[in-house]
């Protein structure tokens, strides 16, 4: 049967047969089924209407006939709507008004020629709309309620008026008594019973629709709803029946009294509809966001379907929506009826640029359109990125030509924006799971990395520990806050048995300052071997290859000296680093802070230091460090500090010589009481120490001379 009536609406509609969407189908093919049934009886009703006019009754009560008029407009302002749904993504809608207290009252006071009252109305509003919607699906679908309502209002209403006379009832009606009354009484029945059955073949074929596919409950809620919607006027024409009955024995001030009464009655069931539909979307769209977001949130990222979880539950939360959602530049998440005309890339351009939500009113001038106004709301909602607050997609909604309830599309931009940030966080999440996995490749490259340095600092270490000079002893430790350090030590041995201890800190961390390291690194190195006698001439000639070779906007803090140990001295530029300690034996055990004789390397290219030379005399301890030691914190955000560092330096050089302690023992002090201040907290910083100390009974002597490396 169902192929049948899609045969015969597509003979006058041949569009159907491209609908993708089943649901559209459905609804087109009973627009067309129903008007064909519905337009002969309505035509029959026009022509009988026009046979039974009488012109001199209009023309004598006119004043009357325009008040009604009136009367008719506001109730039509004030259409109330039922909504019930039928599953998970249809609702099915209809309106009602109290119009039919006016027309069938006034037809049982004057006849049938006032019926003309409501179809002028009709004419009216069909010609108005006419010019605000052009979609061909809304005139066919107002084309098919026309014709199933006038062969109702027009063959029914004639009909009953007819049995109404023969039954012996009078124009006017004569009173409310029982005797006048049960003509009208049976008239109004007949007039419900078969203005009802005007709908049966519209009715009969959604029940049986197999492309619907209505189970059991969603058929029973669709004709609940139907008999609802249907059986409306069983409740108003009763209240007709008593206004007719009014103008006969009080008067047209009874009856005016009466139909303010049904005015306000109109209104608190308008407003009461309204609220009630409110509710009905409020739930839907929070039930259907909690489903989406459990969908989203209960599957892996790895695994996220995006667009089948919208696809799944956005089209229940925005019941008789048009709904396209993208992520820009152009891929479509979700589109809503599929036969719906996506959004024009011009709008896309638009929400954009703007990245905020606006809705646009029937008849506003579009900005991405000038030229046209909008046939139906638009609501334009940005997805905005969790971080960046950029727009990286968007959310479109309109009102499908079917949607009866007044609802106003802005009533709907809280739940919009509530799936715009729901399906901003699944990207963020689907971004996240991405990069997680990216950095666990790039953190096995930095392993990788962190090796190659570790070597080169540990082949700088064999250097150190291979450095044999009587009387002298160094240790260095370097302990980095991740895979690789910004942190580096180096000692280059050079002419005439001397040695250049170098200690210094790239202003960052992880790769960058890594590869800023080695580059620094190279640099001290190659000058340090060209100018072996003036630490101010390495510096001098490093920091414009530093800035040459770089280009980055970083910097580096060194401290460099040269260590001449037949004579006890060193010279030394102090590039911004932290001050070295030397802690001298002699002379009450005095404490000198080797401060800083110039600006870092690598921020201008036309700098200059200056070196100074201090006595290390036997028994003097030197401590070279970065700032990862003073600025290592403790759980409570407190910094170990130069006085800790200083006070662990005073336990370490008490027995240092004269009870056997070494160089390396002094380093192990002071790196230990580093990690009892540190205990659980992270560490934040690289933490590089460089302990250099000369025996109490060091002698002048010569030095094994050590291979450049």
Partial sequence: M???????????????????????????????????????????????LIWRT???????????????FALLYLLRRLEFFLLTELNSRRLANASGTFEAVITWSSALMFGPSVLWLGLVWDVLDLFIARERRQELDWRWNRARNLALRYAGYLLVSLAALELYGRWGGLIPLPGLSLETLWPAIAATLFRQLFSMLCWAPYVLYYLTSKTLGFDAPARRAYLRFMLIALGWPVLMDPFALLAAGLWAQVGHVGYGLFLLSVLMVSYMAYRFSHTAIRNLWRSH??????????????????????????????????????????TFPDETLLLYPLSTRPLQ????????????????????????????????????????????LLPIGGICLTFTVRVRHQEPLSNLLPAAQTLAAQIASALHAAKIHSQTLAYQRIEQELA???????GFLLSQLSEVLNWQVSGWQVAVALESARETSGDFYDVIPLRNGRMALVIADVADKGLGAALYMAVSRTVIRTFAEQYTEDPQQVFAA???????????????????????????TLTYCNAGHNPPFLFSMQNGRRMQALRRTGIPLGVREQETWTSHTVSIAPGDLLILYTDGVTDAEDTRGDFFGEDRLLEALEIAAANTNGGGRTAQEVQDTIMKAVHDFIGHAAQTDDITLMVLARDLDCEPCEQIALDSP
């Fill in 2 to 48: 169902e192929a049948l009536w899609i045969a015969l609406a597509k003979r006058f509609r041949p569009e159907i047969e491209k609908t993708v969407d089943d649901l559209q189908r459905v609804s087109q093919v009973s627009d067309v089924v129903g008007f064909l049934y519905g337009a002969p009886l309505a035509l029959a009703g026009l022509v009988w």
């Fill in 448 to 454: 990788v990395a962190g090796e190659i340095q570790a």
């Fill in 345 to 388: 890339e011009s709008g896309w351009v638009w929400l954009r640029a703007v990245a905020e939500t606006r809705c646009f009113k029937q008849g506003d001038v579009l900005p991405w359109q000038q030229d046209k106004t909008a046939e139906t709301p638009y609501l334009m909602a940005p997805i905005l990125d969790m971080e960046t």
């Fill in 285 to 326: 769209e929070m039930a259907n966001l909690e489903r989406l977001a459990r969908a989203i949130l209960g599957g892996p990222p790895e695994e996220l379907r995006l667009s089948e979880a919208l696809n799944e539950h956005v089209p229940g939360m925005f019941p008789s929506c048009r709904i396209e959602i993208r």
């Fill in 54 to 68: 009488d012109l001199q009754l209009l023309f004598q009560i006119w004043p009357l006939l325009l008040i009604l």
């Fill in 542 to 568: 490093a920091n414009p290859r530093i800035l040459k070779d770089t280009h980055v906007d970083l910097f580096v803090t060194i401290f460099y000296g040269i260590l001449d140990p037949e004579h006890g």
